[in-house]
């Protein structure tokens, strides 16, 4: 399983709304990029309690999901850019149904392992200009994932992401979104998420709340 990677995206925190700064306008970079367990060399992120640093060292966001996106909301400047939702790496043909919790890919000499689905925030509306697109992502679970680096390296695009394990089968990204973020999850299902070691100990303890 192998998809070559396009472009890798990198921002740097700016002012985004008010005394609020952001750095989730990537980018792409030209070059090797290194990466590291806390992410891209290049990139920055903002607000590192709640994005960036080992359990959210690389996002992929499907380029896939860019024509969705262009019925939903219409032919957006933005949707030309690869790294329009904060997206690390640009990537088509690979979506939430098929990247499962654990998978691991050799990108470069890096060695990344898929985590968690990307939560959606306020951000991507702001950056937009558009209501209602976090409601629009929920509903469709078009989330994309973040990768944890197992083993630091460098890439460049035009190099290949490519699955060298497979994870927790019965657990695609797709399936992890709708059952905590969603909140369609049961009561057994959020029980055997609270326990997956290789999902992050932040959507562990979401899917442990929501237990009765």
Not at 108 to 115: F, I, K, P, Q, R
Request: charged share 25%; aromatic share 8%.
């Amino acid at each position: 399983m192998k998809f070559e990677v396009n472009a890798i995206c990198a921002g740097r925190a700016a002012n985004f709304r008010g005394e609020e700064t952001s750095a989730i306008a990537k980018q792409p970079v030209a070059g090797p990029v290194q990466i590291g367990t806390e992410g891209l060399e290049v990139d920055e992120q903002a607000d590192r309690s709640v994005h960036g640093g080992p359990e959210m060292a690389v996002h992929l966001y499907p380029s896939d999901h860019h024509a969705f996106w262009r019925e939903q909301i219409g032919q957006h400047t933005l949707l030309s850019e690869p790294g329009a939702f904060g997206s690390n790496l640009a990537v088509s043909g690979l979506t939430e149904a098929q990247v499962h919790i654990g998978d691991q890919f050799r990108f470069g000499s890096a060695l990344l392992e898929v985590n968690q689905p990307r939560q959606p925030c306020w951000k991507i509306e702001h950056r937009f200009g558009v209501k209602k697109m976090v409601a629009a992502i929920i509903a469709s679970g078009r989330c994309g994932w973040y990768f944890r680096v197992l083993e630091e390296g460098t890439a460049q695009a035009g190099d290949t992401l490519e699955r060298v394990s497979l994870g927790a089968s019965d657990w695609s990204v797709e399936q992890v979104f709708k059952a905590i973020i969603a909140g369609k999850g049961t009561q057994d299902e959020l029980r055997e998420l609270s326990l997956l070691e290789s999902l992050s100990p932040k959507v562990r303890a979401k899917a442990a709340a929501k237990l009765r």
